[in-house]
Nanobody, 118 residues
């Protein structure tokens, strides 16, 4: 089973920056699109940003101009650079990927907490 492991969350003041990473591990697998979702308390999980294997990206309107998604295909890793963070960005951030491991399926990481507060 392919695992997605996130890192880089934490507590940051408004206006600050964080960089999230998500690495896929396992054997004999392939990954297509990768992305980040987030879920705040009492709210539904929402797309933050997504990137195809070829590098095409899309972002939620609320993060455009502040967040940048990127990936390293050789390392099967996706990143989310978050700048100008706001309190409303506080949420658990989840890594997501379209994975081929004997079959295609959609995989999730365990989540990493991002808290923006003074």
């Amino acid at each position: 089973q392919v695992q997605l492991v996130e890192s880089g969350g934490g507590l940051v003041q408004p206006g600050g920056s964080l960089r999230l990473s998500c690495a896929a591990s396992g054997s004999l697998f392939s990954i297509n699109a990768m992305g980040w979702y987030r879920q705040a308390p009492g709210k539904a999980r929402e797309l933050v940003a997504r990137i195809t294997r070829g590098g095409n990206t899309n972002y939620a309107d609320s993060v455009k101009g502040r967040f940048t998604i990127s990936r390293d295909n050789a390392k099967n890793t996706v990143y989310l650079q978050m700048n100008s963070l706001k309190p409303e960005d506080t949420a658990v951030y989840y890594c997501n990927a379209d994975i081929f491991d004997k079959r295609w399926y959609n995989g999730w990481g365990q989540g990493t907490q991002v808290t923006v507060s003074s």
